[in-house]
């Protein structure tokens, strides 16, 4: 008996990486998958059915039962068509696993509209696209959304586009979490650290390591980056993420994990750390007063200058 016998599962970019073993651990655990990937490269662009159609295979020859979908994510017709392929092949969907990605690292000095459009449509709209087909699906019996965010989306050097993405996936599944939990349905979110990885670019160690070492500031989130790099690999990722698919974890909902190798942190939600109040509302006349001007710095620090 598996966890997930009976259940259906979409998982979206499960070609490759945390995607590919999450639906391998999931088919091993009883679920009917839908293998969605395009088979692109890192930066958009392309397309290979034969990724989606190997992880189909190695289901099948383990004696599980999959489906490859090739559809592109980053359209409403791709999203509907992912979520078309699980009801017509499986008749239902309990799973939905928004995990297909894409990343062009820039500065924002140099990053283009496309640069922009392509990284938000695979990672926020594919998101919406799939889970607007899907919800009225999950809402017949309950299930579970898990949502790929990133460490990157806490601010990360060279990465606007995708930090934008990521915590527009965050914010859209704290409100998705909201409107489907009287049907039995929760949405998390995970953010991962793990290699090897596709989108694991040259471009990216630039834009980090220009911040590190010639910057000297944290470049991404709040944290220095070890020379060895992150030890997450894409089997601990999948098994975080299958948990929260499981009724284990049903006290989750509208929660975000990180989630690096051995490391599991609940993130907390964006709180008011300090407040001040002015009980006739605030005029800029008002701000420039320099008693008000030092209560409202907080004696802080620029933290990525020093003053
Ligand atoms: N690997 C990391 O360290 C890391 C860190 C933070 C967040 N993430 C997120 O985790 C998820 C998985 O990352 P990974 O490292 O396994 O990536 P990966 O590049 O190895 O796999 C992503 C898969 O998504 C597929 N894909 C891309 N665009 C698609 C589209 N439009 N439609 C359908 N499929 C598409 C790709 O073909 C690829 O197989 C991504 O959402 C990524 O942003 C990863």
Redesign the pocket.
Known sequence: MGRFDGRVAVI??A?????RETALLMAREGAKVVV?????G?QGGGADAS?AQQVVDEIVSAGGEAVAETS???SMAGGQAVVDCAIKTFGRLDYLIN????IRPRRITEMSEEDFDIVLA??LK?YFATIRAGAEHLKKQGGAVVN?A???GFGHYGMANYSAAKEGVVGMTRTVARELAEFGVRANVV?????P???NIPEVYETLGYAMNTLKIPALSNHWIGNSGPD?R?WNVAAVTAWLCSDLSENLNGRELYINGGHVALVQEPEFVRSQFAVEGWTFEGLCDEGTTRALTWDIRNRFTGK
Do not use: E, H
């Not at 995990?99 to 894409?102: L, W």
């Not at 953010?191 to 290699?195: F, L, M, Q, T, Y």
């Open positions: 979206t970019g070609g490759r990486g945390i995607g969605n990937d395009l088979g692109g890192p990724f592109s994510v980053a995990n297909a990605g894409i695979v990672n594919g790929f990133s460490p990157s953010r991962p650290i793990s290699g990885s596709n989108m997450g894409p």
